[in-house]
Nanobody
């Protein structure tokens, strides 16, 4: 089992940037695809980005592509999401999650989830 804890959310002005981090427990971190999802008030959860087990392959949602970077450090059991050029529509609770499937963007394929980190982008 994997426990995930996000950190780094907060209030950011539009056009700014932020970094989210997710720390994982356990010695099997490197066997999981790690993903970031977000859920805005009144909206369904949506995929943001995913990184493969060794960090070599990455998948981004079109809405964040070009202004987001996902990375992982298997030695430290962490996965990070850096976002820039933030927009008010990026406001959401951001979740990291772990999946046994390769680079999947479907939340149904993720087994473990963090508690979420609030990101608010002011205009």
């Amino acid at each position: 089992q994997v426990q995930l804890v996000e950190s780094g959310g907060g209030l950011v002005q539009a056009g700014g940037s932020l970094a989210l981090s997710c720390a994982a427990s356990g010695r099997t971190f490197g066997t999981y695809t790690m993903g970031w999802f977000r859920q805005a008030p009144g909206k369904e959860r949506e995929f943001v980005a995913a990184v493969s087990r060794n960090g070599g392959d990455i998948n981004y949602a079109e809405s964040v592509k070009g202004r987001s970077t996902i990375s992982r450090d298997n030695a430290k059991n962490t996965v990070a999401l850096h976002m820039s050029s933030l927009k008010p529509e990026d406001t959401a609770v951001y979740y990291c999650a772990a999946s046994t499937l390769y680079l999947t963007n479907s939340g149904r394929h993720y087994l473990y989830w963090g508690q979420g980190a609030q990101v608010t982008v002011s205009s």
